[in-house]
């Protein structure tokens, strides 16, 4: 086994190692929404409460953020972890009927993958089941190679449910980070 092989072999097994939450990332540009999967999320600052997000440049949700200046945070019950299954790729939006029942935040404006959304203050969808989210408006970004590094200021949040664990990447099977499979 040659040296390069092996350094990124260990490279991929200690990242994967870093305890990161899990969260679905929403995101909106004028009509086109979209959430994706991601577990490269942290808070930045204090004052201002920066978030930031760590997007892959090929990604969807990269092109909406940049041009939609926004993006939510959707934290999840760990007991709970499907729906980062269905947000690994592109996801389906689909507007809600005239008559969709009503949430503590107000009515479901439709469905991203057949996951309930309302909008956020911003415009980008946040999940009806969340049991916490964030909707934070973009204050600066920085290209970081392969990916770039969003930060927003919270400008809206909610907690749906208090009492739950929640999700994080080793609730699940999935691994990302190391360096760039080809």
């Not at 929403?26 to 201002?48: D, F, K």
């Not at 469905?111 to 415009?123: D, K, Q, R």
Request: hydrophobic content about 45%; proline content about 4%; overall charge negative.
């Amino acid at each position: 086994m040659s040296n390069a092989a092996l350094a990124d072999e260990l490279v991929n097994r200690v990242t994967w190692k870093i305890p990161n939450a899990l969260a679905l990332v929403g995101s909106r540009a004028g009509e086109e929404r979209n959430a994706m999967t991601t577990s490269w999320i942290t808070q930045l600052s204090m004052e201002p409460v920066l978030i930031g997000v760590s997007v892959e440049n090929a990604a969807v949700t990269h092109r909406l953020i940049s041009a939609g200046g926004s993006f939510t945070v959707n934290l999840w019950d760990a007991e709970n972890t499907r729906p980062f299954v269905k947000f690994s790729k592109p996801a389906a939006y689909e507007p809600a009927a005239h008559d969709t029942a009503s949430d503590a935040e107000g009515p479901a404006t439709g469905t991203l993958n057949g996951w309930s959304v309302y909008e956020a203050a911003t415009g980008a969808p946040v999940f009806v089941d969340a049991a916490a989210w964030m909707d934070c408006e973009v204050r600066h970004s920085v290209d970081l190679g392969t990916h770039t590094l969003f930060m927003g200021e919270i400008v809206s949040a909610g907690i749906n449910n208090d009492e739950v664990r929640l999700a994080s990447m080793s609730d699940t099977r999935m691994k990302y980070g190391g360096v760039k499979r080809h």
